[in-house]
């Protein structure tokens, strides 16, 4: 019996030392703080783990990142993270700072404000519509977490019901913010803002994807170096399809088809580019092409000379006399004049040489804003587009199409291509009757027979 007394008493005094102490993130740098990213409480209470998941914020119904820590200490150490050392707050100024400290009162609340984060510290240069969707994707393909970077038309917030094309750019630290970049940024969104001043400009979304650091020479490559190694490029180009893409496509009100989607990068993300413009064509139907670094392998000349053509694509080229590579000029040259012979048409690719220009984020700031110009001006279709009959009604939908003729119209035959000229579906339709078809995805073309010659129209 006086056994059971003492530990009675012991549990007693043990809680009576116990406190819960709730912490509020009442300040948070809005446009570096991503969407998408927890935030989490590292500090002495939780053996300094800055992604333990008991210690993640989450809203109160305010709206306000909020937790609770229960601890037996009498003062608390800590500091806010994003789920890594890599990600914790700093100052300001972009020092870090000392741990922050606080009494452990039962019921006290204590209110937190971050001045910035370790991996966007520095001076900002990204404008106001650019923010950080979440530094945590988790790309399955690569095993890794990836940040991403959003620009986002002016147009996007007047005209809620619009939909927008959409460029992704490899190496999204160097794309819009000079506090991310190697050394100064592409001015990304500086470039989409004056071509909307544009009047026959279609208002474009932009979307920065960060690069692996030490791993990205091998996630650029599509094949590899006997040196320098490579060649993980369509792991990553399977992170861009099936995680990158999707979220955007969910998030935002985006022209998901191939004609209104591009890819882009430098150097080693030209390469990259090059790669995925040629192996995913019904995805990406525009690249730009930076300074190539063509050097690499010899094997992505070969492997695009082997594929389709991809005739409806448009291909932006451009690289300067002062690279510091001898073999650069000629090496684009080459590719850009072989791939014509292959069968690509000439109109739909532009390629620049210009005089002195580096291998340099400077440069290709200043070649940007034409890139985008040509690449997103004209149609990537073909040109024929012959109007059909007023009464003769096309309706697409989540993959469906439905073909509506109404009683006045004759019988005839159609048939479906896709964006590369290969038949898909074929059939007969009848006045007054609907036919749909299901299961597409992209752009397509429909000819009609039987009626006044052959019509087309791009759906």
């Not at 937790?67 to 707050?89: D, F, H, I, M």
């Not at 700072?97 to 452990?104: K, Y």
């Not at 030490?214 to 180009?237: C, K, M, S, V």
């Not at 893409?245 to 390469?271: C, H, M, Q």
């Amino acid at each position: 019996m006086r056994y059971l007394v003492s530990v009675f008493f012991i549990i007693v005094c043990a809680s009576g030392l116990s406190a819960q102490v709730t912490f509020r993130l009442t300040g948070l740098p809005s446009r570096y703080t991503p969407e998408l990213d927890t935030l989490f409480l590292a500090g002495d209470f939780n053996g300094w783990n800055p992604r333990n998941p008991a210690f993640r914020f989450q809203k109160n119904p305010q709206g306000i990142p909020e937790l609770t820590v229960q601890s037996l200490q009498t003062n608390l150490l800590y500091k806010v993270t994003r789920g890594s050392w890599a990600t914790v707050e700093v100052a300001a100024s972009g020092q870090d700072i000392p741990n922050r400290s606080s009494a452990n009162t039962a019921g006290s609340q204590i209110s937190l404000s971050v001045a910035d984060w370790s991996d966007t510290k520095g001076n900002h240069t990204a404008g106001p519509r650019v923010s950080v969707l979440t530094s945590q994707l988790w790309l399955p393909s690569l095993k890794k977490y990836r940040r991403i970077w959003v620009y986002l038309p002016a147009a996007y917030a007047l005209e809620p019901n619009r939909r927008f094309p959409v460029m992704y750019f490899h190496d999204g630290q160097n794309v819009m913010d000079a506090a991310t970049s190697f050394s100064g940024e592409w001015r990304v969104d500086e470039a989409l803002i004056q071509l909307e001043n544009q009047p026959a400009w279609e208002p474009v979304i932009a979307v920065g994807i960060d690069h692996g650091g030490q791993d990205r020479i091998t996630e650029l490559t599509p094949f590899r170096h006997p040196n320098y190694g490579g060649g993980n490029a369509e792991n990553y180009a399977s992170a861009v399809l099936e995680v990158v893409k999707p979220l955007i496509d969910s998030l935002y009100r985006t022209k998901k088809e191939a004609p209104f989607t591009a890819i882009g990068g430098s150097s080693l993300g030209g390469v990259a580019s090059l790669f995925m413009a040629y192996q995913y064509p019904d995805v990406f139907s525009k690249a730009l092409i930076f300074s190539p670094s063509l050097w690499f392998s010899d094997s992505l000349r070969q492997f695009c000379l082997a594929q389709p053509q991809p005739t409806v694509s448009r291909l932006f080229w451009a690289c300067g006399t002062n690279e510091g590579d001898p073999d650069m000029v000629p090496d684009m040259n080459q590719c850009y004049n072989d791939l014509i012979l292959a069968g690509m048409p000439a109109g739909q690719m532009f390629k620049k040489v210009v005089s002195g220009g580096t291998h340099s984020e400077s440069f290709w700031s200043s070649q940007v804003q034409e890139g985008l110009q040509w690449l997103f001006s004209g149609t990537t279709v073909s040109t024929e587009k012959l109007l059909i009959s007023p009464d003769f009604r096309l309706q697409s939908h989540e993959g469906i199409l439905e073909i509506q003729v109404p009683e006045s119209e004759q019988p005839f035959d159609f048939s479906l291509y896709d964006i590369l000229g290969r038949p898909c579906y074929s059939g007969r339709i009848f006045a007054g009757a609907n036919r749909f078809v299901t299961g597409l995805r992209g752009l397509y073309l429909i000819e009609t027979k039987g009626k006044p010659g052959k019509k087309k129209i791009m759906l």
